[in-house]
């Protein structure tokens, strides 16, 4: 069983960045792809970044971002600390969510919220206009 924490969430102006963490316990972290999704109230699980486990082969070549946030978030992971990142700048109001960490096993990336096997609970953005 994995177990992921977010954190990093809060309330920020528009314009601003934040930088959220997510931190992995109880698998092997380094062999995950990992993910992170968004959600407002009434709406799906909406895809926003990922990075595979794989080693990288060319910058770039094993992360994936939602249109919507390409050029402006960046993931990146730490497996000695097994920790996942997403460096959210130019925040927009439309940037407001509950930001969720999910954890995929031995996958490549997918942008496919079913396609994860772990989630953490959410650690919430509000980007203020």
């Known amino acids: 069983q994995v177990l992921l924490i977010e954190s990093g969430g809060g309330l920020v102006q528009a314009g601003g960045s934040l930088r959220l963490s997510c931190a992995a316990s109880?698998?092997?972290?380094?062999?995950?792809?990992m993910g992170w999704f968004r959600q407002v109230p009434g709406n799906e699980r909406d895809f926003v970044a990922a990075i595979s486990w794989r080693e990288i082969r060319w910058e770039g070549d094993n992360t994936y971002y939602s249109d919507s946030v390409k050029g402006r978030f960046t993931i990146s992971r730490d497996n000695a600390k097994n920790t996942v990142y997403l460096q959210m700048n130019s925040l927009k109001p439309e940037d407001t969510a509950l930001y969720y960490c999910?954890?995929?096993?031995?996958?490549?990336?997918?942008?496919?919220?079913?396609?994860?096997?772990?989630w953490g609970q959410g650690t919430q953005v509000t980007v203020s206009s």
């Open positions: 999910a954890a995929r096993a031995h996958g490549s990336i997918r942008s496919r919220s079913d396609d994860y096997d772990y």
């Open positions: 109880g698998g092997t972290f380094s062999s995950y792809t």
